[in-house]
């Protein structure tokens, strides 16, 4: 039952105000009379704590350790890059000890189930360890509803632009996927803009991506799921890509993506008329190296290919995969063309190129493979004797159509694997070369820390001694000694070596891209996500624009505080 003075309706709100309460004046005036109590600090500890970083259990953006592991092509080695400098300049730190980061960025590789075994185990591990996670790559792009990435933030391969926001909303506790496709005016873009920062994992060498995705539909290929059709960066973004690399003192550029030579069939140019517009701004003593390309979108640009390969700051090599030398097999895989046309190619250009080195792939044991399918792809690689043979076992992709076809008994596979291998290491491809006089380019340090990795004018791998002088220059070398995979080169003792006509190359783990332009928030590319962004010129901290997932969130805040100001004027007229 209600009580009695709940009986009286209320005409106005002042009617629950009394002239016996006191008006909200006349608590104003009475503040002067209250003593605030004054609490002593330790003033010491205070400035101790003040200089010292927020607590691990922070979640304040841009302090955090950051640990990043890619797993597969050149492109996605690209991306890495780019997503490392852009949290770099935020002001994470990218760290090489896995069990010191907060963070871990798991990049990852659709092509084969061995590496998203590898991927879906760190993801394993990074749980284990409690450490926040996020994914990008091929495999949550293609398959972002799999049961080991629920829950997990993921960021699309055309999304690394936007690798600030979900690092940062994921230290915060939530879970993010931006898995969107760039576009402008619908016609779908080759992913974020090329000048952003990044940090090359060799300062000599600059990964450019001239486009995404292909134009072939590949039934065992699991990569078109997460890269789509094809998607070119425009020529004058490509060239600016290269003069800010040589600028940084790069005196190396990849040029990568999942089939360079279909580049520009969809915004109307093609890869010679590209190649013809680097090669004018390569300097003297840097070199261009080539990506992969299927033997369909080259045929027609032979005469021009034969032309730039033999440019002199072009190496003459050319990755062409040839997948099987069977036509029946090659059906079955929708390759679109024939083995005829793989030898027109490399013919050709071997003819036009001398001593062109061609880097191919063959998979073992395609739905379908017959032994006699198997001994005609033996038989091309002891014709041509490819020094650089990529041998794949086939692993069934979920998802592709190559999955729901019979399978060749593992066992098998697995043989004709070993028998191809065999075939391979048979020849050796480099004794010829011993006693030859070379110029090669020094880049990098070999994996057992031993010799300094050059290439000569065919992309073929130089050991030479480990002098500093070497690293990023030109030196002319006799050629004394030959293995599987590489040569052995003694400088000539009165060659000069020669330095590429460039600047100084940033330090390792410095941050590229940070142009002036960048940091004036003046950077833009064409239609591609202008990122507006400025400097602290005292801390060189880079202050990013705020995140766009935050944007929203800030304008109904903004509403929110309004309404609240609103009422709290009209309760303050109401009391006076």
């Not at 820390?449 to 001694?465: G, W």
């Amino acid at each position: 039952m209600p009580s009695a003075s709940c009986d009286t309706l209320l005409g106005d709100i002042e009617d629950i105000v009394s002239h016996e309460d006191s008006k909200p004046q006349d608590r104003h005036f009475v503040r002067k009379d209250v003593v605030p109590k004054v609490r002593r600090r330790n003033t010491q500890k205070y400035l101790q704590e003040e200089e010292n970083s927020p607590p691990s259990d922070s979640t304040i953006p841009g302090i955090q350790k950051i640990w990043i592991r890619t797993w597969g092509c050149s492109h996605n080695n690209s991306d890495g890059e780019y997503m490392a400098g852009q949290l770099a300049a935020y002001g994470y730190k990218i760290t090489e000890n896995a069990s010191d980061a907060d963070l871990w960025l798991l990049n990852s590789c659709t092509v084969k189930n061995p590496a998203e075994d590898h991927f879906r185990n760190s993801i394993k591990k990074a749980q284990e360890e409690n450490k926040k996670i996020v994914l990008a790559g091929c495999v949550p792009q293609a398959q972002p509803r799999q049961d080991y990435l629920k829950g997990l933030s993921i960021i699309g391969v055309q999304q690394i632009d936007r690798v600030v926001e979900v690092v940062e909303e994921t230290i915060k506790g939530h879970s993010v996927r931006l898995l969107g496709q760039k576009k402008d005016n619908g016609r779908r873009l080759g992913g974020a803009r090329l000048d952003l920062p990044k940090i090359r994992k060799n300062p000599l060498i600059e990964i450019i991506s001239i486009n995404t995705g292909c134009l072939n539909a590949c039934t065992y290929c699991k990569t078109k799921h997460a890269r789509g059709n094809l998607a070119s960066y425009p020529i004058d973004e490509l060239v600016d890509r290269a003069k800010q690399s040589f600028q940084e003192g790069v005196c190396e550029i990849w040029l990568t993506s999942e089939d360079t030579g279909a580049y520009g069939r969809d915004i109307g140019t093609n890869l010679p008329t590209l190649l013809w517009k680097l090669v004018e701004v390569i300097p003297e003593g840097a070199m261009l190296r080539l990506g992969m390309t299927n033997p369909p979108y080259i045929l027609e640009h032979l005469e021009e290919m034969a032309k730039i390969l033999n440019h002199p700051r072009v190496y003459a090599f050319l990755h062409i995969p040839v997948q099987s030398a069977s036509d029946s097999v090659l059906m079955e895989m929708k390759r679109e063309y024939c083995v005829a046309d793989f030898k027109r190619v490399v013919d050709f250009l071997k003819e036009k190129v001398p001593g062109l080195t061609i880097a191919t792939d063959i998979i073992c044991g395609f739905p379908g493979e017959t032994d006699q399918d198997f001994q005609e792809t033996v038989k091309l690689v002891e014709e041509y004797k490819f020094p650089s043979l990529f041998i794949n076992q086939f692993y069934p992709r979920p998802g592709t159509p190559a999955a729901k076809m019979e399978q060749v008994p593992a066992q098998v596979k697995k043989q004709r694997t070993k028998d191809l291998s065999r075939v391979f290491h048979s020849y050796s491809p480099y004794n010829h070369k011993i006693g030859e006089r070379q110029q090669v380019l020094v880049t990098e340090e070999s994996f057992d820390s031993k010799f300094y990795v050059a290439h000569n004018r065919f992309y073929e791998q130089v050991l030479v001694p480990k002098n500093p002088a070497f690293m990023g220059k030109m030196v002319e070398v006799d050629i004394c000694e030959s293995g599987k995979h590489f040569m052995k080169g003694q400088p000539v003792s009165d060659a000069k070596v020669y330095t590429p006509s460039i600047s100084k190359p940033l330090a390792k783990g410095e941050v590229s891209g940070l142009t002036k332009d960048f940091r004036n928030g003046l950077g833009s590319s064409g239609s591609h996500t202008s990122a507006a962004s400025q400097c602290d010129s005292a801390s060189s901290r880079m202050v990013l624009p705020m995140p766009r997932l935050h944007q929203d969130c800030a304008l109904r805040m903004s509403v929110g505080l309004a309404l609240l100001a609103l009422l709290f004027a009209f309760f303050v007229k109401v009391y006076n």
